[in-house]
């Protein structure tokens, strides 16, 4: 009886579980089933979750949306570029668009009020890296994801590209302001 | 079918000479694809680096998507390939399958392979090893993977193939031994797996050619996974198994509980490949729900089954060394074992690396809410460096050193060089993936080429630990190659200059039993049903659990204290 032959005792399948192998799984088991209904707590009682709330969309259609939230929230142009500062109403819908390579547009936030999110892409998958907070997002074309976020702390902040999305992917910066 | 058997002098185990020269080939095949892969190692982590940012960007991604393609793919599946004949006809000492078959699955996948990495280096497929669409790389690319995979499909049905033979021509008695038993489950994930690629590879590639106007990304996503993850679990079986080789081989160690160890295999048949899921935490389109199910009851199931390997694998070792007389305190049993021999040093560095390292940082990635604090950042190649270079890998590595004198009949070169190499290569791969979890916990990107985001329209500065981490990835990540070289350099030395060994007798039948006192019977004779007490392998299986629950929740406590979302 070795792992490289085959079992000495035919019927292996009879012999008995020692106990202390039984305890090691019980345990492991038991670690398992918590670490299952500390999601469904978190759910209830947490207070990140990703939000489910999703649509399919087009990057023309979304990026009509954006535009007419871009218009009709402006507070100030930033950078040489010229990008829009969009100052989101407060427990409003703001429009975040990920496309080659930027983040647009910069958005403006208070502390401790809500905000939904929408986060599309125009082109190449991206992925939204709130920093320091240290968010990750996964963004999509195709995908309208309303994210609900609620700002802690007042500062400035990065979003970072972090799915790769070619050569400019390092140039791929953007920010949101929380007062 | 005209073979000739060899029994090898030195450990009597039986090589069909066909199957024998196919696992050579794998092996060599896959040396080499680990030295192609090292070298772009080498570019990564030099450019990654942030004193020194060797590359460009259009190389470093180059380099990138080819040291993905060529490690996770190519080297260790042709291992697994060789793996798999091993468990198959020499552990049950019969014929090989259908060796011509064999060797088209050989030459499709080193076709493949050659074709992938040229669409890589001539410079149109810099898309990562997960290529997602809509970015698309050339046609080549995918055909190449698509090819390499058809291949190891073909390997895969020999294995199955030779496991008929050997039950038709009853050239063992009673059930496969569980090393097989590992590399069946191993086989049966890996044909999942191919199916699963196939199914979003080819329409991928006529997607690449015009054939297809679109691909949903969430859809590839899902079922680009199934291929992604899945084949990672094909590796831990493979591992898993090599384990319970040295194990045997080393100690004379038998599985505490035969049916325990063959269930937690099982289990990974069951609920692994669904825990591709983990990849798709912080994705749109998949709800809450299915997010929890899938990571939840199918995902640690799995888990479940790595600690139990976790567990009986250093506890036959335990019971082994405890029946030679090691018994003094809890630890005499691992304190005596041979830390000089490197079949054991790196069998042994991988299992703890895999279990501490790699094992806790994986489920933890894996749950639904914390993945958020993580996901695409360099934790996860953190994480993944874990479980599939200084566990796997590191475990190909040291059953390399009991391979060379066996299978190839040459000594090995350098023996005080074999002795430091698992240390070299398996610590500083431990630490190097601690550093990268560091600076994932503190946001740094994976695949991405300068922390500074010069040409950026804003400025943003990593906190200072972020920078300290990077640093120290640079420096122990070049410690690692140095031995991942290292081994390359003993395995290519020892086959062309080591000195060669007998390589015994031929005959034109399988003969049905190792000689008595041979390696490959001994255990068989050494093991005994008698309950042995492990008290050992219980407190190191207490520490991991501890270190688990801890660092769980650390990660909750994070997460409460990052912007409110839902």
Request: charge should be positive; include cysteine.
């Amino acid at each position: 009886m070795s792992a490289i032959l085959p079992p000495a005792d035919r019927l292996w399948w009879k012999q008995s579980i020692d106990k202390t192998e039984w305890m090691w799984i019980f345990l492991a088991f038991t670690w398992a089933m918590i670490m299952f209904f500390m999601m469904i707590y978190w759910h209830i009682n947490g207070k990140q979750n990703l939000s489910n709330e999703v649509y399919k969309t087009t990057p023309e259609a979304f990026a009509a949306k954006a535009e007419k939230f871009i218009a009709a929230n402006t507070v100030r142009t930033e950078t040489e570029q010229n990008i829009p500062v969009v100052k989101v109403p407060e427990g409003g819908d703001g429009y975040l668009v990920a496309s080659l390579w930027k983040w647009s547009p910069i958005l403006e936030l208070e502390k401790g009020k809500t905000y939904k999110i929408h986060l599309s892409s125009m082109d190449y998958q991206h992925g939204f890296s709130l920093q320091p907070v240290n968010i990750n997002i996964q963004v999509l074309p195709g995908y309208e994801h309303v994210v609900k976020m609620t700002p802690t702390q007042s500062g400035t902040y990065a979003i970072v590209c972090n799915e790769y999305c070619g050569i400019g992917h390092h140039t791929m910066l953007g920010r949101i302001y929380v007062k | 079918m005209a073979t000739t058997y060899r029994t090898c002098p030195r450990t009597g185990l039986q090589f069909d000479t066909e199957a024998e020269k196919l696992m050579r080939w794998n092996a060599v095949a896959g040396v080499l694809a680990l030295l192609v892969g090292g070298i772009m190692a080498l570019g990564v982590i030099l450019t990654r680096w942030p004193a020194i940012k060797l590359l460009p960007p259009d190389w470093f991604y180059l380099v990138l998507t080819a040291h993905g393609v060529d490690m996770l793919l190519v080297w260790i599946i042709f291992f697994e390939m060789a793996v798999l004949y091993f468990a198959s006809s020499t552990l049950l000492r019969c014929r090989l399958a259908t060796p011509k078959i064999a060797w088209l699955g050989f030459w499709l996948m080193a076709i493949g392979a050659v074709i992938g990495n040229y669409a890589v280096l001539a410079g149109e497929s810099s898309v990562m090893f997960t290529s997602y669409v809509p970015m698309q790389a050339s046609p080549w690319f995918y055909l190449g993977l698509i090819l390499f995979a058809v291949g190891a499909l073909i390997g895969c049905f020999v294995f199955l193939g030779t496991l008929v033979v050997a039950k038709k021509e009853r050239t063992y008695e009673g059930s496969i031994p569980l090393v097989t038993f590992g590399a069946l489950t191993a086989c049966i994930i890996a044909v999942f797996t191919i199916l699963t690629g196939a199914g979003i590879l080819v329409p991928t590639l006529f997607w690449s050619m015009g054939l297809i106007k679109e691909i949903d990304p969430q859809l590839y996503r899902m079922v680009w996974w199934g291929l992604g993850h899945s084949s990672q679990q094909i590796n831990v079986s493979a591992h898993v198994s090599i384990w319970y080789l040295i194990a045997a081989v080393v100690f004379g160690a038998k599985p505490l509980s035969e049916k325990v160890s063959r269930f937690a295999f099982f289990l990974y048949i069951l609920f692994l490949q669904l825990a591709s899921a983990h990849h798709l935490l912080s994705d749109p389109g998949m709800s809450a729900e299915w997010k929890v199910l899938n990571t939840s009851y199918f995902m640690y199931f799995a888990v479940l089954a790595s600690m139990i390997h976790g567990f009986t694998v250093p506890g036959a070792i335990e019971a082994a060394q405890r029946k030679k007389g090691y018994t003094n305190g809890l630890f005499e049993w691992l304190r005596k074992a041979p830390w000089g021999n490197p079949i054991f040093s790196g069998m042994f560095l991988s299992l703890v690396n895999f279990g501490f390292l790699g094992g806790i940082s994986g489920v933890v990635l894996g749950t639904e809410q914390l993945n958020m604090l993580m996901h695409n950042t360099f934790y996860v190649p953190g994480h993944f460096h874990a479980t599939v270079v200084s566990g796997t890998t590191l475990a190909f590595m040291a059953v390399t050193y009991l391979l060379v004198p066996t299978l190839f009949k040459r000594e090995m070169i350098s023996p005080g060089l074999c002795k430091i190499q698992p240390y070299l290569f398996g610590l500083s791969m431990a630490v190097l993936t601690l550093v990268m979890m560091g600076a994932g916990t503190l946001g740094v990107s994976r695949r991405h080429w300068d922390m500074a985001f010069s040409g950026a329209p804003f400025q943003y500065e990593w906190p200072g630990a972020a920078h300290l981490m990077m640093s120290l990835t640079g420096i122990f990540g070049v410690l690692a190659i140095i031995g991942g070289a290292l081994w390359i350099w003993l395995v290519v030395g020892s086959l062309l200059w080591g000195k060669k060994l007998d390589e015994g007798k031929l005959s034109d039948k399988p003969v049905p039993h190792a000689p008595l006192d041979s390696v490959a019977a001994s255990a068989s004779h050494t093991g005994s049903a008698e309950h042995v007490a492990v008290p050992g392998t219980v407190v190191l299986a207490m520490l991991l659990l501890v270190s688990f629950v801890l660092y769980y929740f650390v990660n909750w406590k994070y997460l409460s204290e990052v912007w409110a979302l839902s």
